[in-house]
C-alpha cells in the first residue's frame, strides 16, 4: 500500500473508531468493556441508580478538523455500517482503538484491505502504543502521540498550523435512573494533551512522553475559545479534557482574570492531581466556576503513592471540596505491588472513608508505553496469555501478582464497589447533597462580587436542579441508610430553596413516570446501551461547513441531517 500522500490532489479520508456492540462477550470484546465511562469503572455496581453517558472518539473530530481534506468521522458503527461506509471510496481510512479493542481494530483493518483495497491503513489511539502492533495489525502507518501535526504532514499541510477546537458535546445519552437529562449538556474543551507528572501506571502520560503539549496554552486562548463555542452551542459548562489542568498555574489564573473582566463567568468540570489543587486554592476554584474535580488519590500507603499526594490529606481535601459544591471523583487502585490478600481492605476502607461524589476502583493494569509495563514485562509478569480484549482493568490482572491468583482480583473490586455504594449511598445522592453544600457556603459569604454572585446564582440553579430527582432517589434507595439520608437531604433542600412549587411537582412526576419505565425496561431487555452511530462530515477547504448524520437510530429511518457552522457534531441523540 501507499506510504504517503501526493500534495497535489485532495484526499478523501475516512477516520473510524471501533465498531459495536459494545459491552458483550463475543469473538471482539467482553461485557466488562462498556462504551461509557461511569457504568464501566465508577458507578458500575449501583444498579438503576447509575450514571448513563457515552463519550465520543473525542480525537478523531480534531484530526477532521485541521486538515484540510475531505474528511468522514464515524463514531460508534456497527461493524456492517463501518463496511457500507468504505464502499464510499477512500485513499486513507484511520482507525482509533485502546488496548482491548485490538481484535475490532484487526478486523477493521481487514475489512478496509477488503473494501477499499488502495486505501492507506493508519491507526491510532492509546490501542496503537501496543508493542509490535504493525506486525499484528495489517496497517501502513501507526501514530503514537499527537496526531494531528503527523496527519498534516503526510497530506504535504503545514503542521506548525494553529490548531482549531471543534465545537462538540462532552456527552451523549445522558440519564440517571433511566430519566434523560434535557437541555445542552455540557461543550468539549480540550486545552492540551499530557502531563509532566507522569505516574508510572499512567498510559496518557507516557503516550505523550511524560511532557504536556498546549493546544490552548494561554487564559485567554481558553477564554477566546470558550466564547465561541458557548455562543454556538447554548451552554456556559465545560468538561475538560486535560490530564492535570491546574497544573498551570498561570493559565487558570488568566483566564479567571478574563472571566471576572468580561463578565463571562463559564464552569468547568476538570481532571487535577492534589497538588494542583492546593497550589490554585479551594475558593479561587469557587470563582474560577470549577463545579468537578477528578482526582486520583490511588492509595493509602506513603511508600506506594506518587509525588502529586505528597503532605495532602485526601480526606479533608475531600470534604473542603464538596463543602464548596464542587463534586469530587476519587480514584484508587486495587491489586498494586503492596497488597496483599490481608491489607487490600485497608485501602478499600481508606477510599470508601473518603466520602467522595465517585469512586472510581481499578484494577493495577500495565499498559504499553508505560514504566510499569517495562517493569513487568523486564521481570517477565506480564500475562502473554492473557488477550488484550482483557485488559480493561475491571476483572483480571494482566500481570502475575503473587497475592491474587484466578480470579481474586474480580472479587475484590466487585466487593469495593459494593462496600462504597452500601457505605456511601448512591453518586446521585451525594452529587445533590454536594449542590446544596456549595449553595449554602455562597449563601453565608457576607459581600459577594459581580463573580461570586453569578457563582451563587448557578449555586442555587444546580442544587434545584438536583432536588427535583430526590424523591426518585429515596424509592431506589440501597438501603435504608441511604432512604434516611435522602429525607434528611430533603428537609434541608426545603429549609434553604423553600417549597417546590408546581412546576417542580409536575417534573417530578413525569421523573417517577420515566424512572418507572426503566425499571421495566431493565427487568425485560437489561440494561445494556449501545450508542447510535454518528457520521460527521467536514469538507475539504470548507471554510467552517460541515454536515452532522446520526445513524443506524433505532426508528423507521435516521433523522435528517443538520448544516451546521463550524462542521461540529452537537448532540445527536
Sequence with gaps: MGNGAATGQRKRILLSGVFGPFG?????????????????????????????????????????????????????PTRERFERELRNGYDIVGISFIAPNFVKAREM???????APGAVVVLGGHGAAIEGVERLIDCDHVITGEGVAWLRRFLGQDPAAPIVHPVLPSTERQSILGVPLTGVCSSLLVPGLGCVNGCRFCSTSHFFGKTYSSYLATGRAIFDNAVRIADERGTDSFFVM?????????????????????????????????????????????????????????????????????????????????????????????????????????????????????TQFMLLTPLPTTALYQEKKAAGLLREDLPYEEWHGQKLLNWEHPHFPGDAAERWITRAFRQEYAENSSSIYRVTETALRGYRHLAAVERRDACLEARFAQARERAEEYALILPEIGRHAVNDLERE????????????????????RVIRHAVRLLAARWRWRVWWLGDAIQPKTIRTRYTA?????????PLDCPLPQALEARRLPQAAAVGVR
Design 24 to 76: 458483550v462477550d463475543d469473538a471482539y470484546g467482553r461485557r466488562e468493556n462498556i462504551m461509557e465511562l461511569f457504568h464501566n469503572q465508577v458507578t458500575r455496581e449501583q444498579g438503576l441508580a447509575s450514571f448513563r453517558f457515552h463519550h465520543r472518539s473525542f480525537g478523531l473530530y480534531f484530526l477532521a478538523e485541521n486538515v484540510d481534506a475531505d474528511v468522514t468521522v464515524l463514531d460508534f
Design 109 to 115: 483493518a481487514r475489512l478496509v484491505r477488503l473494501h
Design 242 to 358: 486535560d490530564e492535570n489542568f491546574l497544573k498551570d498555574t498561570r493559565r487558570a489564573r488568566e483566564l479567571l482574570a478574563l472571566m471576572e473582566r468580561e463578565n463571562r463567568f463559564f464552569r468547568f468540570q476538570i481532571f487535577s492531581s492534589a497538588e494542583a489543587i492546593m497550589a490554585f486554592g479551594l475558593d479561587e476554584l469557587v470563582r474560577l466556576g470549577v463545579t468537578f474535580v477528578w482526582m486520583g488519590v490511588e492509595t493509602k500507603s506513603r511508600d506506594a503513592n506518587f509525588t502529586k499526594n505528597a503532605g495532602v490529606d485526601p480526606q479533608w481535601l475531600v470534604r473542603e471540596l464538596r463543602d464548596r459544591g464542587i463534586t469530587v471523583l476519587a480514584s484508587g487502585i486495587l491489586c498494586m505491588e503492596h497488597h496483599t490478600q490481608e491489607n487490600i481492605q485497608e485501602d478499600i476502607d481508606h477510599l470508601v472513608d473518603l466520602e467522595a461524589d465517585f
Design 485 to 504: 439520608r435522602v429525607a434528611d437531604l430533603t428537609r434541608r433542600m426545603t429549609v434553604a430553596l423553600g417549597k417546590p412549587g408546581l412546576r417542580a
Design 541 to 549: 477547504a470548507r471554510g467552517a461547513q460541515g454536515v452532522v448524520q
